[in-house]
């Protein structure tokens, strides 16, 4: 049997670098991939072809009623999700003295409510089920002293408070939460990184290199099998070590 045979997996912007990495590596280990994107369908529709029998579900993360909606909708269709990823996220380039209260909200709603409220409506499902595994995609950005933008890193170091106040509130219902804490990476938000801050990452990186996406993935994927049954309100470092 394969690390993920027989899960239902809904991993939020799965079109993403990350994301569609832990899409990709998710099924090539028996699970069967749910993932949401918000408006890229082109990438959607690719993925799809790439996976056979995954589902794409198109969500606004900044609309709570649109998630309540197609959450809803998914379990009509399908009984059970075994497995939240929450990886979808937003960030910007802006030093606080130019930020504005719509470039607030607007992180604010993607990174933090929404993930929230994804979790709280899937969350329903895996209670009623009385089993789940929930990963969280986390960021150095949220825990360490790093030239960062300011906003992106507050939404990183809330998704460490989720993670650990989740994980004692549903532990009950034999639903674990764990989060991977990435370091700078290859692709995704690491793109925008001026190239002086990825040597300056790069020369303090135990293994001198950013990080790739298949590395990411297999940290999500162990976390959200069974293997990892053991672990419970975690922080997994995939940093290269910082």
Partial sequence: MTLLQDKNLFITGGTGFIGSAICRLAQAYGGRVIFSYRQNREAAEKLLT?????????????NVADIKKKIEKLYADINRIDVLVNNAAISQIMPLPLI????????????????????????????????????????????RILDVPITYAMTKSAIRGLTYALAGEIKRFNIRVNAVELGLMEGGVG????????????????VGRAGKAQEAAEAVC???SDRSGYINGQILAVDGGI
């Fill in 50 to 62: 790439e996976l056979p029998g995954s589902i794409a579900v198109e969500m606004d993360l900044r």
């Fill in 100 to 143: 504005e209260e719509e470039d607030v909200d607007w992180i604010m709603d993607v990174n933090i409510k929404g993930t929230l409220f994804v979790t709280k409506h899937i969350l329903k499902g895996m209670i009623r089920n009385k089993t789940g595994t929930i990963v969280n995609i986390g960021s150095i950005a949220g825990s």
């Fill in 191 to 206: 793109k925008g990184v001026p190239e002086a801050l990825k040597q300056d990452f790069m020369d303090h990186c135990a």
């Fill in 222 to 224: 162990f976390l959200a």
